[in-house]
Structure formats: structure tokens, C-alpha cells
């Protein structure tokens, strides 16, 4: 194998960390805020305009009710932060949702969780990477018919990005995340006071003719339009749940740094959210989404508009219409930081994963961490999930977006319920009427919590059913069976695992057989490594596919006076895997007790286009005889030349060569794996 694979590996990822560096690995609050934070304030550049796009489909008229949607948005955010505040306190594990529901309501409702979350972090890495693209083709036409393959390449970049640890990482995207919310607070201001010195702002798009497919409507219509404008509008709380998963990431004290980041988060999203929105209304800015029903006009032209600019791009062109700088810093960093938004679930599911691969849900390869202590199997899988998406709705956000929040107010609101029973829990055992106080005043912000976010998943999956979200209602039962199938294939293989008396019982005796194809040095090698050992019996055994072949190597055996005997297997068909398998089923026939042993001679080769011309006959052989039960199979390598070239090279680590420390010794029944499993 050539150095270059490991060259590449280094180059991309930096130099290997040891164990004993994990520590260094860990976030300031000011490092933790861009890491975590990054998708909700992201939020900012596509919520406000899903809120316009769900009212346009009833005409402009609608379009009256944006600010009092966006303020229902506002009540709710602020709600799920301080709610998610009681959570990161409580349970600071890392298993953020799943953990809360799987300690206070069972393990069902913990997979719920986590297939919930395993879908919207899925989504927040497809949705913010396309909706990037998608804004900064505002700025560069010329990547409007590109966007699929743009996203692509975006995503990959993110991943090597992760791939080099979270530390690293979380430095690389806090300035860019601090300069957007720099840039839109600045724009908030400016506009004000523009506003306020007695300028007009009209956005490009104000003049525009704009129609509805469902224009004059009222009384359910009415409500159900203004209910799915509500539950597009809450795509802007996707990413608060993140930082309950990713507590293990802060510096201590864990709990107290990660509920001080949610409400820095919480504040400065509301206010990111809520100005974009009333920009939006206050320059009369459009936007329309024909697949959902709403139209633009030119009426200049009467043509349809077709590519209007992003919701936010307008705002900005507006406020900055004397000062065309801030509109280019503006577009930049919205686009920059849908792109870096995706580091929110890069950070979060790789977590999740781990916590699930513990407690035997996913393959306990999620478990382990790369060189460069970063969960490389969690963020690869993570990457081509979200690739897929991004490739199947050809990178459209108004596509994905009906998908988005299903999973999140699934595990928002079952969390929430899981943390009153927590709350119900320690209040039975809680004396100190102090402490008494403060858990009762915990359990009322989590249970409004429960019921308002409760609310809010029925609004989403009524109005959003039929546009997409049908998809997530399939893929959350697919993902809850898929893991507890994995988790009965684990459970079922410790069980067949425990030891017996029996196992410590020495089998009566040992028969060995030596694959024989002709005399040769490994075959020689084989013969002496197998004299060794000192089996009970021991034989040779070869398959007669020529019938003068056999006879010419039974004739060289007897002249060499080989000192073991030497049987050849009849094969009229000249099939060589059935006749050995035949034969080693027989000996087990007639001594059940006893082990037998094969030694296979195989070549070692130096070059990977060698092993197709080399070892196939024995490949085959052990893959049939390792499912045989008393069977034990012995390689004997024989070096070729070409082996000589790898001598002395030092081996690079392979992907999940280190392996997060096992955690203390669970009791009986607690469901956790260790890493030796």
C-alpha cells in the first residue's frame, strides 16, 4: 500500500491526537455560541421569507398578518429556550432529547426521540447548505444552474472541516457566525435609522403583482392558511435542541455554560428574526413559490417573475440602497452562515449517535472516534444522508423545508414531557421547601412547554402533511424499527455470549487438515506450522479436478516421504469449496466432541491488484468454513517478493482504530455496550 492515502489523510485533517488531548478538545462559551448556535440564527434567512411564501398562496392582502404570525413564532421560541434551559441542567450526558425521554418515560419513547432527531439533523444540514447556495446566487448569478452540484461540494468541504475535530472546527466558524449577526443587527439598525431620519424603503419587489391561488378567502380557509404560515414560520426554532446534545462539548460547568449559551442564543434569534420580519413588512417586500400556490408579476412586463432575490437579500438591497457595501457584507455572510448552520447537526448528531451506538441502537462503530478525536463515523454518515437529500430535491429549500419541523417539535414535545415527570420524580423525594420552590417553577416552564410545543407539532403535521411531511411520518417508523432491530441483534448476540461450564472444557481431541493444491514452499510452511501445533490426527487433504494431476502430486508426496498422510477427495464436477466442506462436515459426524483444525497456506502480497490473481479458492474456503461450528481456521502467509516493499513501514490508523474511553460498569439491564463488545 502506498503512503499516499495517509499523506492525503494528514493533509486534510491535520496531525493525530492522542487520548490525553480530549480535554483540550472542549468549548468556551464564546467558541460554543457559533458552534451550536449557527443553524437557529441561520434561521433568519429563511423563516421570515417561508412565512410569506405560506400567506401568499391567499394573495397580498395576507401578507397584513406576517407580523402577528412572526410574533407566534417569537412566544414559542422564547418558550422552547427557556424550557431547553431546565434540560441542559438536569442531563448533561450528551444524550440531550433521547436521554430525557428514555430515563423519564422508557426506551420506546427514546427512540422515538432520536429517529425524530436523526431526521432533523438530517434535514438542517440539506435545508442550510441549499438555502445558502440558493442566497448566495443572489450575489453570483452564474451558480443558479449549478445549486445541486454547489451543495455538493459545500457539504464536502463542512465534512473535511469536522473531520478535523470539533475545536478546530468551532474557531474556523465562530468569526464568520459573529460577522453575520454583526451584519444583520447592523442592517436592523440602519434601517431604523433611516426610518427614523424620514426615508421611504420600498423593497425592488414593492411594486410587483402579486396573486394567490386561494385569494378571497375566510373563515377555516382563513385559519388554515394562517396556521401553515405559523408552522413555516417555526422552521426558526430548528437547531435550539442541539445544544442539549452537545453538552459534553462545553468547559465545566457543563450545565451552567450550555443554559447561559441557550438564552444568549434564545435573545439573539428572537431579535435576528423578528426585525428581518418587520423589515420584510415595512418594505413591502414579496415573494412567491408557484409549487405553492403564489405568483409574482412584473407590471412593467406582465411577465411572472420567476428567480426573485431571497427575502432577506431584499431587505438588505433596501436598507442598503446608499450603501451597496453593506448589501454585498450582508449577502456573504447570510450565505456563509447557512453554510457553516450545517455545523449545528455536525456537532449534534455524531453525539446522538454515540449515546444511541452505546445503548445498542446504532452499530457501535458511531461509538468510536477517529485520530483526530472527532466522531468520523457519526459525520460521514451524517454528510451522505444529507448529500442524498440535497441531491433528491435537487437542493430546492421550498422542497425541504415541509419536511423540517416534524422531527423537531416530536422530540421537543416529548422531552418537554419527560422533564415533568423528571421534575414529579424528584419532587417526591425533595423535603427543603426552597429547593421544593425552584423544581415546581422547573416543572411549570416544561410543561408549558409540553402543551404549547404539543400544539405546534399538530399544526405541522396538518397544514404540512400533504406538501412533504408525509415523508418524515415514514421515515421516523422506519428509523424507531431499524433500531430496535439492531438492538434485539445485540441483546440476542450477549446472551448467546455469556459464559457456561462448558466453555472452559478442553474438546477431546484436535483433528488438523492441511489444504493441499501442490507442493510447494507454502504448502511445505503449512505442513511444518500444523506439526507443531500437535494435533490428535492430522492429514492432508487435496480435491481430484484432474485425475493425472492427483496422480502426478500423490506420486511427488511419496518420493518426498512427507511424514503425513495424504488424501485426495473425489470431484466429478471439479468444484473445490463442496468436496472440502463435505468432508470436514464428516469428521465432525464422527467425533462431535472433538475440534477440527484447517490450515489454509495463503499468499501475502504487496500490491492490491495482486489479490485478484492470488488467495481466491482460499477466501471462499474460510468464508464457508467460519460458519461451521467446531471448526477452526488457521492462515499460514507465505511472503511474496512483492511484500518485501511494505517491510518496516509504519502502519497509518485505521478509521475507528481510537475508541472513546469505556464509561464506569453499568448495572444489570442499564442497556449500555462498551467498546469491546
Not at 464422527?590 to 488467495?615: A, C, K, M
Amino acid at each position: 500500500m502506498s503512503k499516499l492515502p495517509d499523506l492525503t489523510k494528514r493533509v486534510l485533517l491535520g496531525r493525530a491526537l492522542s487520548s490525553s488531548q480530549q480535554h483540550e478538545q472542549l468549548l468556551p462559551k464564546r467558541i460554543a455560541l457559533p458552534v451550536f448556535a449557527s443553524d437557529a440564527l441561520s434561521s433568519v434567512a429563511y423563516a421570515p421569507q417561508e412565512i410569506l411564501i405560506a400567506l401568499a398562496a391567499g394573495g397580498l392582502v395576507m401578507y397584513h398578518y406576517s407580523p402577528w404570525v412572526a410574533a407566534a413564532v417569537v412566544v414559542v421560541l422564547l418558550t422552547v429556550v427557556a424550557s431547553y434551559r431546565q434540560n441542559v441542567r438536569a442531563y448533561q450526558g450528551g444524550g440531550g432529547d433521547f436521554e430525557v425521554a428514555t430515563t423519564n418515560l422508557g426506551g420506546n419513547w427514546g427512540i422515538v426521540v432520536a429517529s425524530a432527531l436523526i431526521v432533523d439533523y438530517t434535514l438542517v444540514v440539506a435545508v442550510s447548505v441549499s438555502a445558502g447556495v440558493e442566497n448566495l446566487g443572489a450575489l453570483l448569478t452564474f451558480i443558479q444552474p449549478h445549486e445541486v452540484l454547489a451543495a455538493i461540494c459545500v457539504l464536502a468541504v463542512l465534512t473535511v472541516a469536522n473531520l478535523r475535530g470539533i475545536k478546530e472546527a468551532g474557531v474556523a466558524f465562530a468569526v464568520p457566525t459573529y460577522l453575520f449577526m454583526i451584519s444583520i443587527l447592523g442592517m436592523l439598525a440602519w434601517g431604523v435609522v433611516r426610518l427614523l431620519s424620514g426615508t421611504e424603503l420600498r423593497a425592488e419587489s414593492a411594486d410587483y403583482e402579486l396573486r394567490g391561488d386561494e385569494a378571497d378567502i375566510a373563515g377555516f380557509a382563513l385559519v388554515f392558511l394562517l396556521l401553515r404560515a405559523f408552522s413555516s414560520g417555526c422552521a426558526a426554532l430548528t437547531g435550539i435542541e442541539a445544544i442539549s446534545n452537545g453538552v459534553p462539548a462545553f468547559r465545566k460547568p457543563k450545565g451552567h455554560n450550555a443554559a447561559t449559551t441557550l438564552l444568549l442564543l434564545g435573545l439573539v434569534a428572537m431579535t435576528m428574526f423578528g426585525g428581518v420580519t418587520a423589515f420584510a413588512y415595512i418594505t413591502d417586500a414579496k415573494f412567491s413559490e408557484p409549487t405553492q400556490g403564489s405568483h409574482l408579476y412584473d407590471p412593467a412586463t406582465g411577465a411572472e417573475v420567476v428567480h426573485s432575490e431571497p427575502v432577506i437579500a431584499q431587505v438588505a438591497h433596501t436598507v442598503f440602497s446608499n450603501f451597496s457595501p453593506g448589501f454585498a457584507m450582508v449577502a456573504v455572510m447570510t450565505a456563509l452562515i447557512l453554510f457553516l448552520a450545517a455545523n449545528t447537526a455536525y456537532n449534534g448528531f455524531p453525539v446522538l449517535g454515540s449515546v444511541l451506538a452505546q445503548n445498542r441502537y446504532l452499530p457501535r462503530q458511531l461509538h468510536t472516534r477517529g485520530d483526530r478525536l472527532a466522531l468520523s463515523n457519526g459525520i460521514i454518515i451524517l454528510a451522505v444522508m444529507a448529500g442524498a437529500l440535497i441531491y433528491a430535491f435537487d437542493a430546492s429549500v421550498s422542497r425541504l423545508i415541509p419536511l423540517y419541523t416534524v422531527g423537531v417539535f416530536v422530540s421537543f414535545t416529548v422531552s418537554q414531557i419527560g422533564m415533568v415527570r423528571h421534575w414529579n420524580r424528584l419532587l417526591a423525594r425533595e423535603s427543603d421547601p426552597a429547593r421544593r420552590r425552584r423544581m415546581r417553577t422547573s416543572r411549570g416552564i416544561n410543561a408549558f412547554g409540553a402543551t404549547l410545543t404539543g400544539i405546534v407539532l399538530s399544526v405541522v403535521l396538518v397544514t404540512k402533511f400533504t406538501l412533504g411531511a408525509y415523508i418524515v411520518c415514514i421515515a421516523m417508523p422506519v428509523l424507531f424499527l431499524l433500531m430496535k432491530a439492531i438492538r434485539r441483534h445485540y441483546d440476542r448476540v450477549a446472551d448467546e455470549l455469556v459464559p457456561s461450564g462448558e466453555d472452559v472444557v478442553l474438546p477431546a481431541r484436535n483433528h488438523g487438515i492441511v489444504l493441499v493444491s501442490k507442493i510447494h514452499k507454502p504448502t511445505l510452511r503449512a505442513l511444518a506450522y500444523a506439526r507443531a501445533t500437535r494435533p490428535s490426527t492430522l492429514e492432508a487433504v487435496t480435491v481430484a479436478v484432474d485425475a493425472a494431476e492427483s496422480q502426478r502430486l500423490q506420486d511427488e508426496w511419496d518420493a518426498l516421504d512427507i511424514p503425513v498422510p495424504l488424501k485426495i477427495l473425489d470431484s466429478p464436477y471439479r468444484e473445490i469449496t463442496r468436496p472440502v466442506l463435505a468432508y470436514v462436515k464428516g469428521v465432525r459426524r464422527r467425533s462431535p466432541r472433538d475440534v477440527v483444525t484447517v490450515f489454509i497456506p495463503e499468499y501475502v502480497v504487496g500490491r492490491w491488484w495482486e489479490q485478484f490473481l492470488h488467495n481466491q479458492s482460499a477466501l471462499r474456503l474460510k468464508g464457508r468454513l467460519l460458519f461451521q461450528p467446531g471448526v477452526m481456521v488457521t492462515s499460514v502467509p507465505w511472503q511474496l517478493a512483492s511484500s518485501d516493499r511494505l517491510k518496516g513501514r509504519v502502519e497509518p490508523p485505521g478509521a475507528g482504530s481510537s475508541r472513546r474511553p469505556p464509561r464506569p460498569k453499568a448495572p444489570p439491564g442499564a442497556g449500555s455496550v462498551s467498546d469491546r463488545d
